[in-house]
């Protein structure tokens, strides 16, 4: 499956931003998809994921709250509203797509998609 995270942008702290992940390739009702971010010198870090039906959700401690994650099969697309953002959201945001259940390890999923960059001022 091929994945393209979109939606990034520059937003002052406080403010919203919704990410999108659109896949195509395989049947995206069969895949988990997670989203994850990388801050400049930080290692990848979970912050939130769905199941393929999107009845179960799961989120990093610093998401909660503020971010939500939904997915809209017959668009192939995963979405995460942002809310309350903050400068220490500032990262690159990638979304992830696996078969199995979802894992808040990076390594535990097949598929990425090349990011999308967050920046929140302050």
């Known amino acids: 499956v091929q994945l393209q995270a979109s939606g990034g942008g520059l937003v002052q702290a406080g403010g919203s931003l919704t990410l999108s992940c659109a896949a195509s390739?395989?049947?995206?009702?069969?895949?988990?998809i997670g989203w994850f971010r990388q801050a400049p010198g930080k290692e990848r870090d979970f912050v939130a994921a769905?199941?393929?039906?999107?009845?179960?959700?799961y989120y990093a401690d610093s998401a909660k709250g503020r971010f939500t994650i939904s997915r809209d099969n017959a668009k192939n697309t995963v979405y995460l509203k942002m809310s309350s953002l903050k400068p220490e959201d500032t990262a690159v945001y990638y979304c992830?797509?696996?078969?199995?259940?979802?894992?808040?390890?990076?390594?535990?999923?097949?598929?990425w998609g090349q990011g999308t960059l967050v920046t929140v001022s302050s």
């Open positions: 992830a797509a696996d078969e199995g259940s979802p894992s808040r390890w990076p390594i535990e999923w097949d598929y």
């Open positions: 390739g395989h049947t995206f009702s069969n895949y988990a």
């Open positions: 769905t199941t393929w039906s999107g009845l179960t959700t």
